[in-house]
């Protein structure tokens, strides 16, 4: 039997964050980690870079049956807190677009940090304990096939469902039932979308093809890139909507922000289908603006057929079947329901001693970093109360 202060269960991004902030503070702090290494999904993120955080964090990046949740832990701990310690560490990195900050060399270098710093406070990380059943009487018992472990504090920080190859599993969800805390449903958020099977015979073969849109549904809009896939589309665009838009609802595409193209066309000597070719060919990549002229051309050019199509270029409607789910999901929206823990330290109102951080948890980040100053600002809460 082993005997701690605290139990962190997993160590991704979330619980080696909130066991190196515990155990500077001297707390004795198990992490126990199903899989055979630490931070798998560190590992693949970004490319294999890390974006690590956004510089412009704000609680509007966040998405959470109660907006304003994490607000208090994402201002008590700031991307400026967590680029000073990948600094400490001399972690090269740079920014790319909108404020997106990833490693120079590899998303190793984060995992290799915040092992340092779990070394260096003293953290006991086991690995392969897959976790058998979880007791609570006067304190928290953890069991594995092989061993037990008990503190009086437990941290859940196992994560979401989205890649279950890389071991995603519902236990955080689990666990929060045995303990009668309410769950906000679960789903697939920065996800591609699958496209129905019309519209798939007509644009799979662009498969690659990108272009600048502002994608709308449910009061959300963004304007970023979006991507042919064989299945229907991705790109950042897609993905930041996906965490909004809800299955049988439209898509709304803007394919020619801040333009009008059909002016070109009302200027040709002849209106035809050529002409309209070249007129989309200046806003469109090739291949997308061809197919979409063949595809929307009206039956005639008259002006009032021009303003149709001008119209439809900038409000696409589509229907997706669905998303590419869990398996292409870079996170779970939803999750264990704010109304039920602390928005200062995570702590649950109902089991005193009981933590849940991170993705496991109903706040789900923008694309670009933002779902990563979650997990670090979620464990730095807890991890400081503990």
Known sequence: MHRFDALILGAGAAGLFCAAEAGKRGRRVAVLERADRIGKKILISGGGR????NIHCRPENFLSSNEHF???????????????????????YHEKTLGQLFCDRSAQDITGMLEAECREAGVKIFLNAKMEEVQHTTEFVARTGSAEYRAPVLVVATGGLSIPKIGATAQGYDLARQFGLKITKTRPALVPLILPKKEQTQYSDLAGVSALVVVSADHQSFREQMLFTHRGLSGPAILQISSYWE??????????????VTSAIRKAKTRNLSAARAAFLGVLPKRFAERWVDLHAPPNWTNEALDWLERD???????????????KAEVTAGGVDTAELSSKTMESRKVRGLFFIGEVVDVTGHLGGFNFQWAWASAAAAGRAL
């Open 247 to 260: 299955k049988g609802r439209p898509l709304r595409l803007d394919l020619a922000p801040d333009r009008e």
């Open 70 to 92: 994490a607000k208090s832990a994402l201002a008590r701990y700031t991307p400026s807190d967590f680029i000073a310690l990948v600094e400490k560490h001399r972690i090269p």
């Open 50 to 53: 890390c974006n690590f955080t």
């Open 313 to 327: 270029l900038h409000e696409w409607v589509l229907v997706p079947a669905d998303t590419e789910g869990y398996e």
